[in-house]
């Protein structure tokens, strides 16, 4: 609002001697306002991609106050986002050396075990008439489209699986994926598990359990797992890996069978810039001990083939509850830092709404006061 939207109606001076016609209002009208009710305080974008806000003095204070406070709460949970994010990275890429280690066990005791007749259930593939669909989702909100993308890949298996003409079951992972599924009774769910804010091997083991069980028992004949994969700070994307049966060399491998290992990950800091915290990315590549081409083993390779396989089907498990959680934590950093850039931009724009308003007051008070001094003369 300018002082070009004032606008003043004076009326011919009176003459001095009626006194009864020097009130100031008898003259002056007061200056008019925009149409719109002085109490609402509602910015609206117009065709011209400006903003209009029409509101009193107070309120918009008010405003301005709630929008500050949005913006620190804001500020302080992308830095926890960040911090949390660096945690679950650490993790991913300390447990990475174990497991692939284990597959470099497994890949020799399967090629020892290539001329022998050995029947090991976790390895054995059979006919598909029914899979078994492990979805991992978050448990909290205020993190972009994380939850939305991981549940509309898992719509989309459920219709191709329907459209094979195949039966499925649900393993549901995740507040937001529990409360999503409880919603849909037309959807079967065989179980509904709630993870935490930092994955653990209990964890992991208890779905490692369920889903072995099921396998085992050929209530399924296949399992895949549905996670968010961590690319980077500002990409993520959901993958479909087939958990059960494993390959022949103990990797995961997505629904066309590619094996898919991610050697490189993303390290962030926390650093300061211009009196401020910023985060700074770091590319690392995870480093492996080279292992040796000639084994021996003191027990039969199928006992140990019998132990390593649950042992990796749970470090898989929880690898992939890590790489979500760090997915989840990096979306929710992202959404945070736009959140706070449009509270920053919000705040700017109705504190020149605020100053425009107090300036147009304090001149039409101005003019009330010369106007009425000169009606006096």
């Not at 650490?90 to 280690?101: D, L, T």
């Not at 037309?186 to 509904?192: A, L, S």
Request: glycine share 4%; hydrophobic share 40%; charged share 25%.
């Amino acid at each position: 609002m300018s002082c070009s939207n004032l606008t003043m109606w004076v009326s011919s001076k009176p003459s001095l001697s009626d006194t009864s016609s020097l009130s100031f209002r008898s003259f002056v009208t007061p200056f008019q306002l925009p149409s719109q009710s002085p109490t609402t305080c509602n910015p609206s974008r117009s065709s011209s991609s400006s903003t209009t806000v029409h509101c009193g003095l107070r309120e918009l204070r008010d405003r301005i106050e709630s929008v500050k406070n949005t913006q620190k709460i804001t500020e302080a949970m992308k830095l926890v986002a960040a911090a949390k994010v660096r945690r679950a990275q650490e993790a991913v890429v300390n447990g990475r050396p174990f497991s692939e280690s284990l597959v470099e066990v497994l890949y020799n005791i399967n090629e020892q075990l290539q001329t022998e007749d050995v029947d090991v259930p976790l390895t054995s593939i059979r006919p598909v008439k029914k899979v078994a669909l492990v979805v991992v989702t978050g448990d909290r909100g205020l993190c972009g489209g994380f939850n939305n993308a991981i549940l509309k890949k898992a719509e989309a298996r459920i219709a191709e699986l329907k459209q094979l003409g195949l039966d499925y079951t649900i393993i549901s992972v995740g507040k937001k994926g529990n409360s999503y599924f409880t919603r849909r009774p037309y959807i079967p769910v065989d179980r509904f598990l709630e993870g935490s804010s930092l994955p653990t091997a209990k964890e992991a083991q208890a779905i490692a359990d369920d889903v072995f069980s099921l396998f085992v028992s050929e209530e399924v004949d296949k399992v895949e797992l549905l996670y968010t994969k961590f690319v980077s700070l500002v990409k993520s994307d959901p993958v479909i890996h087939t958990l059960l049966p494993l390959s022949p060399k103990g990797e995961i491998c997505d629904v066309n069978g590619v094996c898919v290992d991610a050697a490189e990950d993303e390290f962030f800091r926390l650093t300061t810039k211009e009196g401020k915290l910023t985060v700074e990315r770091d590319v690392i590549r995870t480093k492996t001990a080279d292992f040796s081409p000639i084994l021996q083993f003191e027990q039969d390779p199928v006992q140990i083939l019998d132990a390593l396989l649950p042992l990796y089907l749970n470090s898989q498990v929880l690898r992939a509850l890590q790489e979500s959680l760090a997915s989840e934590l990096a979306a929710r950093m992202s959404a945070m830092s736009s959140a706070s850039d449009n509270a920053q931009e919000l705040k700017k724009t109705l504190s020149t709404v605020y100053n425009r308003q107090r300036q147009a007051k304090i001149t039409g008070e101005i003019l009330e006061i010369v106007a009425g001094a000169n009606a006096l003369v």
